[in-house]
């Protein structure tokens, strides 16, 4: 017998989450399965068992009461009876932390977390005496991840473990549709200014007159409609992190002002010539070459080298297809949900499927294909006949049945505004957009 590590169970319905507690804790466990929810536990109950399950306590939009956590934590001391079990929430209340120890938790653990807390806590749950020890046979082998940590992310994983803890700019390449978001959200979390702003740009929804307003702010009377004075987006990160997605699109001209900023660490308000100092971490995206960009003088070169301190590239879904059963279980639950409908079980060929499909629109076009499948569903069971992948309709957004993609985006979005009463602050949460982004999608579908 040879000692090797234990095994570890993340269930957490934020990716980011998944994300950051996987690189937080990769080097002291053999094996790390990550789950969005704990649903497919139960329906395969031969599942090899976990040393430590890290379980969140809250799932549905808006919940705050932990009582979804301590129900999973009944059903998983039955499937799991050797297991620890650690919960975590963001919301801390110690009084639930009592209830959760009382109703057989090993700690609880509070986000956003302190990552060497994170770790002593989940550690000691390993080496909780008592318990069998975790020896395994010599040859039995690690298990990883299938579908969460496929060998085209593992460097991705690695480069976010060293950059992220760090203040260096961050450069997140991608074809559309890859996760990119996740992948800041990850960072921001990982770093020392998690406990600070996660400030998000969409530079692909903004007006190209309103960029340097919301970027840097204006003062009172700066221009006609400024009636008030405001902070920019870059003020409003201080002492957390700033995500630029889309980089490419921002303007030349301020190109140069933000070049500027990086260097001053101060900004400009419009309608001022007073320099107010920020500080902020910078973490960009985009789905252009922008090495190409500054071949072509379309963007500063100067620029370019500044915000690519570390590169982290991310790989499309098509070659990341070990990721495509997990993340299809994850939104047809979250569509099942949404819609509601019955508990949906993927078949095989549908999985297969999904498999085969080269997915130009990436983890996007798989959240709208499963999102489709949901809603014209007719019983329990998707099958082949629910997807319609057909390349040409799947490329372009349309459908053999009329029913296209952008019609099912515009619903959800109009039914999102229903449930919140048009509050479109919670209707951009439950969608998972930005508010930028819904007023853009908002206005292209006319609502």
Known sequence: MSHTLPRLLIIDDDESVLLAAR??????????????????????????????????MNFTAGSTSGAEGLAILQQLKVLFPTS??????????????????????????????????????????ARQPGLPPFEKAAHEPVVLPVGLASPAMRQVELLIEKGAPTDANILITGESGTGKGVIAQAIHQLSARKGAPLVHVDLGAVAPTLFESELFGHEKGAFTDAHSKKPGRIEMAAGGTLFLDEIGNLPPALQHKLLTTLQS??????????PTPVDFRLVCATNTNLRKKTDLKEFREDLYFRINT???DLPPLRERVEEIPVLANHFIDHYSNLYKKPKLHPSQQFLRSLASYDWPGNIRELQHVIERAVILAETDTLTECNLHLQDSAAATGSTTDGLSLESLEREAIRQALLRNNGNLTQAARELGLGRTTLY???????L
Do not use: C, Q
């Open 440 to 446: 853009r999608k908002m206005e292209r579908y006319g």
């Open 265 to 274: 660490r101060s900004i400009t308000r419009l309608g001022s010539n007073k």
């Open 23 to 56: 690189i937080a804790l990769r080097n002291h466990f053999g094996a790390i399965d990550t789950l969005p929810s704990a649903s497919g536990l139960f329906d395969n109950p031969d599942r090899e068992s976990y040393d430590v399950v890290l379980l969140d």
């Open 84 to 125: 620890r079990i650690v919960l975590m929430t963001a919301y801390g209340d110690i009084a639930l932390a009592v209830k959760a120890m009382k109703n057989g938790a090993f700690d609880f653990v509070v986000k956003p977390w302190n990552n060497d807390a994170l770790e002593a806590i989940v550690l000691a749950a």
């Open 310 to 312: 570390i590169t982290i």
